[in-house]
């Protein structure tokens, strides 16, 4: 068994107002344990709404969620100690940054978790330089970095918790290519090091397609597929009917395809999309 | 060319009251730069370059600690055109958070306008057709603050849209958009731009950049690049140097023409990657 699984998950706003809406609707999951996970979905697709449930933040309307074969809300005393397995950076989390310091902010998770100064000291300095915070920076107000900074910070405060599933809703979004890339790294590096389960959610096809293994497509409240990272990207004209798209370089070599160049490959990346046109072109020249 | 914008010389720093005694940060370091009617923009640079300070000189949110910035041939210092500035130069901010003000999307939208005294009629004309825009007309009764991330800046970008000011600066407006809104909002920027409104479009998004008909790439407070597409992207090892990168076609072209393939360096869009691939590719 999974260890993230949802059985019927449904969740409504506004229950009689007149803007109720469903926002997740009969969602069945079963994610494995180290599992790296996309989740892509149309603006309001109801991504950031299924994702604070595994947390416990949302309660279901109806349906259950299982973390690591617990019940959520089964048992009001383990939801807390449920919490810390399941750590959530959010979406704008630098909106949420309220310490005097830099290094405050980092260490309110971990400090909440009971861990020693001298512990949460050490991992409050390592995931600062895992995620390029230079250590002058720990010292500062964190209203006074930039966006893409304050993001650093904020991701750094739930990666320091170390939980055993990690989920981060849109973290890449406003950060700097370099930024991206590392932040996108640095969460690859962490889940390869830690075994951690990650869940991201992202509208970069691109960041998507380079980082995970499986996708997670919602579409209007429900789950339209699950399923690894080809299989996904091989539905592209449904993709692009519900608002979402494949990578660039996928989508070139998909247009090549079309006008009758002949391969096989699947392309995600620029590496492999590089080789195989060199490949392409020796076998022509033969 | 009629000059639009003129930011001359100008620095500014930023005075960080937390820290004890208190520190200048001085973000813009001699920052000079025209922007001519009609243009379109894209402005680039790493987090922390100094993109949205700058961006907020041109409506007066931030005045320059030396130099001066003109808009429409007004100082933004002087105080007697601030509302006239604040008309002309419609700005959608980083995060949209920040600008609900409302508590119904409709008046949200409608605030700006209701400031600047439109006619309640026109403003009911301008706030529809701004909803339908960035497709959100259908939740125009809703309360903003309940939106998901990519609606609420949909919210704020028509909130902009409905003011209908000569230039628009938007800084970041498609970070929480999935690709087809992303697309969309590209399309209503070209759109407007192509009916001469001057468009500054503040972004992370290479492939954004690469569609504006001139980029400039700031770094610690500078510009470093100002051209066209085609020129500042070939430069693609200063990008990477400074936290930037090109758009995936070009990374693709230039890995190619590095293995010792034919093909000219200045390939930005998506169109012309596929045709220079295929007449390389194709069966003779
Ligand atoms: N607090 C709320 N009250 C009422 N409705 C809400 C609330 N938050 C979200 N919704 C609605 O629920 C639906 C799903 O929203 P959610 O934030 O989960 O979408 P999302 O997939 O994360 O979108 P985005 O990509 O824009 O972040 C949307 O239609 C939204 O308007
Ligand atoms: N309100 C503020 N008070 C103090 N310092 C600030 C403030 N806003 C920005 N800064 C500092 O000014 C510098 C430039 O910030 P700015 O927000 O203009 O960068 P940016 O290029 O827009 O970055 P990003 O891509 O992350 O949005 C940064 O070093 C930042 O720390
Ligand atoms: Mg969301
Ligand atoms: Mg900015």
Same mark, same amino acid.
């Given at each position: 068994?999974?260890?993230?699984?949802?059985?019927?998950?449904?969740? @409504?706003?506004?229950?009689?107002?007149?803007?109720?809406?469903?926002?997740?609707?009969?969602?069945?999951?079963? &994610?494995?344990?180290?599992?790296?996970?996309?989740?892509?979905?149309?603006?309001?697709?109801?991504?950031?709404?299924? &994702?604070?449930?595994?947390?416990?933040?949302?309660?279901?309307?109806?349906?259950?969620?299982?973390?690591?074969?617990?019940?959520?809300?089964?048992?009001?005393?383990?939801?807390?100690?449920?919490?810390?397995?399941?750590?959530? =950076?959010?979406?704008?989390?630098?909106?949420?940054?309220?310490?005097? /310091?830099?290094?405050?902010?980092?260490?309110?998770?971990?400090?909440?978790?009971?861990?020693?100064?001298?512990?949460?000291?050490?991992?409050?300095?390592?995931?600062?330089?895992?995620?390029?915070?230079?250590?002058?920076?720990?010292?500062?107000?964190?209203?006074?970095?930039?966006?893409? *900074?304050?993001?650093?910070?904020?991701?750094?405060?739930?990666?320091?918790?170390?939980?055993?599933?990690?989920?981060?809703?849109?973290?890449?979004?406003?950060?700097?290519?370099?930024?991206?890339?590392?932040?996108?790294?640095? &969460?690859?590096?962490?889940?390869?090091?830690?075994?951690?389960?990650?869940?991201?959610?992202?509208?970069?096809?691109?960041?998507?397609?380079?980082?995970?293994?499986?996708?997670?497509?919602?579409?209007?409240?429900?789950?339209?597929?699950?399923?690894?990272?080809?299989?996904?990207?091989?539905?592209?004209?449904?993709?692009?009917?519900?608002?979402?798209?494949?990578?660039?370089?996928?989508?070139?070599?998909?247009?090549?395809?079309?006008?009758?160049?002949?391969?096989?490959?699947?392309?995600?990346?620029?590496?492999?999309?590089?080789?195989? @046109?060199?490949?392409?072109?020796?076998?022509?020249?033969? | 060319?009629?000059?639009?914008?003129?930011?001359?010389?100008?620095?500014?720093?930023?005075?960080?009251?937390?820290? $004890?005694?208190?520190?200048?940060?001085?973000?813009?370091?001699?920052?000079?730069?025209?922007?001519?009617?009609?243009?379109?923009?894209?402005?680039?640079?790493?987090?922390?370059?100094?993109?949205?300070?700058?961006?907020?000189?041109?409506?007066?949110?931030?005045?320059?600690? !030396?130099?001066? =910035?003109?808009?429409?041939?007004?100082?933004?210092?002087?105080? $007697?055109?601030?509302?006239?500035?604040?008309?002309?130069?419609?700005? @959608?901010? *980083?995060?949209?958070?920040?600008?609900?003000?409302?508590?119904?999307?409709?008046?949200?939208?409608?605030? %700006?306008?209701?400031?600047?005294? =439109?006619?309640?009629?026109?403003?009911?004309?301008?706030?529809?057709?701004?909803?339908?825009?960035?497709?959100?007309?259908?939740?125009?009764?809703?309360?903003?603050?309940?939106?998901?991330?990519? *609606?609420?800046?949909?919210?704020?970008?028509?909130?902009?849209?409905?003011?209908?000011?000569?230039?628009?600066?938007?800084?970041?407006? /498609?970070?929480?958009?999935?690709?087809?809104?992303?697309?969309?909002?590209?399309?209503?920027?070209?759109?407007?731009?192509?009916?001469?409104?001057?468009?500054?479009?503040?972004?992370?998004?290479?492939?954004?950049?690469?569609? %504006?008909?001139? =980029?400039?790439?700031? $770094?610690?407070?500078?510009?470093?690049?100002?051209? %066209?597409?085609?020129?500042?992207?070939?430069?693609?090892?200063?990008?990477? !140097?400074?936290?930037?990168?090109?758009?995936?076609?070009?990374?693709?072209?230039?890995?190619?023409?590095?293995?010792?393939?034919?093909?000219?360096?200045?390939?930005?869009?998506?169109?012309?990657? @596929?045709?220079?691939?295929?007449?390389?590719?194709?069966?003779?």
């Amino acid at each position: 068994m999974g260890i993230i699984r949802t059985e019927d998950l449904t969740y @409504v706003y506004g229950e009689g107002t007149p803007f109720r809406k469903t926002a997740v609707d009969g969602v069945n999951l079963d &994610i494995e344990a180290g599992e790296i996970v996309g989740i892509i979905g149309h603006t309001g697709s109801g991504k950031s709404t299924l &994702i604070q449930h595994f947390n416990g933040l949302l309660k279901p309307t109806s349906g259950k969620v299982f973390i690591d074969g617990e019940e959520l809300f089964a048992d009001k005393s383990r939801l807390k100690e449920i919490r810390f397995k399941v750590g959530l =950076v959010f979406q704008y989390p630098e909106y949420q940054l309220f310490e005097e /310091t830099v290094y405050k902010d980092i260490a309110f998770g971990p400090k909440n978790m009971g861990l020693t100064d001298g512990e949460a000291d050490k991992r409050i300095k390592e995931t600062a330089r895992l995620v390029g915070l230079k250590p002058e920076l720990l010292d500062k107000s964190p209203f006074e970095l930039s966006g893409g *900074q304050k993001r650093r910070v904020a991701i750094a405060g739930v990666m320091a918790m170390e939980p055993k599933v990690l989920i981060l809703d849109e973290p890449t979004a406003g950060l700097d290519p370099r930024g991206r890339d590392r932040i996108l790294g640095l &969460i690859k590096e962490y889940h390869a090091e830690k075994g951690t389960t990650v869940l991201l959610v992202s509208h970069s096809m691109e960041d998507v397609a380079k980082t995970v293994s499986k996708i997670l497509v919602m579409n209007d409240a429900k789950v339209f597929m699950y399923s690894d990272r080809s299989s996904v990207f091989a539905k592209a004209d449904e993709l692009t009917a519900m608002g979402l798209t494949v990578p660039q370089v996928t989508r070139v070599f998909d247009r090549l395809r079309a006008m009758g160049i002949e391969f096989d490959d699947e392309v995600f990346s620029i590496d492999y999309a590089k080789d195989l @046109v060199l490949r392409l072109l020796a076998e022509k020249r033969r | 060319m009629e000059k639009f914008i003129e930011i001359k010389d100008v620095s500014f720093s930023y005075i960080n009251d937390y820290d $004890d005694p208190p520190t200048k940060n001085t973000v813009l370091k001699g920052v000079t730069l025209d922007i001519n009617k009609g243009e379109f923009v894209a402005v680039l640079g790493h987090n922390g370059s100094g993109k949205s300070t700058l961006a907020k000189l041109l409506n007066s949110i931030n005045l320059p600690e !030396s130099g001066d =910035v003109f808009v429409d041939g007004m100082n933004t210092r002087d105080e $007697d055109k601030l509302y006239d500035i604040r008309r002309t130069v419609g700005m @959608v901010f *980083q995060n949209p958070d920040n600008q609900i003000v409302a508590t119904v999307v409709e008046e949200d939208v409608a605030f %700006a306008l209701e400031n600047i005294g =439109v006619e309640p009629s026109e403003i009911r004309k301008r706030v529809d057709w701004a909803l339908k825009k960035v497709g959100m007309y259908e939740y125009r009764e809703h309360a903003p603050h309940k939106l998901s991330g990519g *609606q609420k800046q949909r919210i704020a970008i028509a909130g902009v849209l409905a003011m209908q000011p000569k230039c628009i600066v938007m800084d970041e407006p /498609t970070a929480m958009l999935d690709p087809i809104g992303r697309r969309e909002i590209m399309q209503t920027i070209t759109e407007l731009n192509s009916e001469g409104v001057t468009v500054v479009l503040i972004t992370h998004y290479m492939e954004e950049a690469a569609r %504006a008909g001139r =980029v400039v790439v700031m $770094d610690d407070g500078k510009i470093l690049l100002d051209g %066209a597409p085609k020129k500042v992207f070939s430069q693609a090892e200063l990008l990477k !140097s400074v936290g930037l990168d090109v758009p995936d076609v070009t990374d693709l072209t230039h890995g190619l023409i590095r293995a010792g393939i034919d093909l000219p360096d200045d390939i930005i869009s998506e169109d012309e990657c @596929v045709e220079r691939l295929y007449q390389l590719l194709k069966k003779e």
